[in-house]
């Protein structure tokens, strides 16, 4: 398993209708492959954190790395994991975060899961928290 995550900016002609095509796509694809994870999108900017077989993490990130939607990819955490970190929360299913109050849903299960003995999960905290803080 693992896991990887990054940041990118929207692309300049990206309109709500893309993205509201963008997150019914993803949630659909991320649930027939069992990819776990969020997608948080704020001030016209992505966080996205993607769990799963390495495989399946690596052909969709090449994919991701592609996709014309968005500029300025960077990646922030890639990581090997024994066991998934977003297994328990929203049901097993990727999540997509559009606005500060559901990413409280986030900061809640983080609280939990941190005592959880898992190597990467300080790492993913820090750094998803400072997004959605930044993001407010
Ligand atoms: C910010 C962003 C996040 C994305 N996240 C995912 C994702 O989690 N799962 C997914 O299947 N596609 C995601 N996509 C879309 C992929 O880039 C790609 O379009 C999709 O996997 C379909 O690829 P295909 O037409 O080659 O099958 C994302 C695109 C963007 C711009």
Same mark, same amino acid.
């Given at each position: 398993?693992?896991?990887?995550?990054?940041?990118? %900016?929207?692309?300049?002609?990206?309109?709500?209708?893309d993205i509201n095509?963008?997150? #019914?796509?993803?949630?659909?694809?991320? #649930?027939? #492959?069992?990819?776990?994870?969020?997608?948080?999108?704020?001030?016209?900017?992505?966080?996205?954190?993607?769990?799963g077989n390495i495989?399946?993490?690596? *052909?969709?990130?090449?994919?991701?790395?592609?996709?014309?939607?968005?500029?300025?990819?960077?990646?922030?955490?890639?990581?090997?994991?024994?066991?998934?970190?977003?297994?328990?929360?929203? %049901?097993?299913?990727?999540? *997509?975060?559009?606005?500060?109050?559901? %990413?409280?849903?986030?900061?809640?299960?983080?609280?939990?899961?941190?005592?959880?003995?898992?190597?990467?999960?300080?790492?993913?905290?820090?750094?998803?928290?400072?997004?959605?803080?930044?993001?407010?």
């Amino acid at each position: 398993m693992k896991v990887i995550c990054y940041i990118s %900016s929207f692309a300049n002609n990206l309109n709500k209708d893309d993205i509201n095509s963008l997150i #019914k796509s993803v949630n659909l694809y991320n #649930k027939e #492959k069992n990819i776990t994870g969020v997608l948080i999108i704020r001030n016209k900017s992505f966080f996205q954190i993607l769990e799963g077989n390495i495989i399946d993490i690596d *052909t969709l990130y090449a994919k991701i790395i592609e996709d014309k939607r968005h500029i300025g990819l960077l990646k922030i955490s890639e990581n090997e994991i024994e066991d998934r970190i977003f297994n328990s929360y929203n %049901s097993g299913e990727f999540d *997509t975060i559009d606005n500060y109050s559901s %990413s409280k849903k986030l900061l809640k299960y983080f609280n939990w899961i941190r005592n959880a003995d898992h190597p990467v999960i300080e790492e993913i905290i820090t750094l998803t928290k400072n997004y959605i803080l930044h993001n407010k």
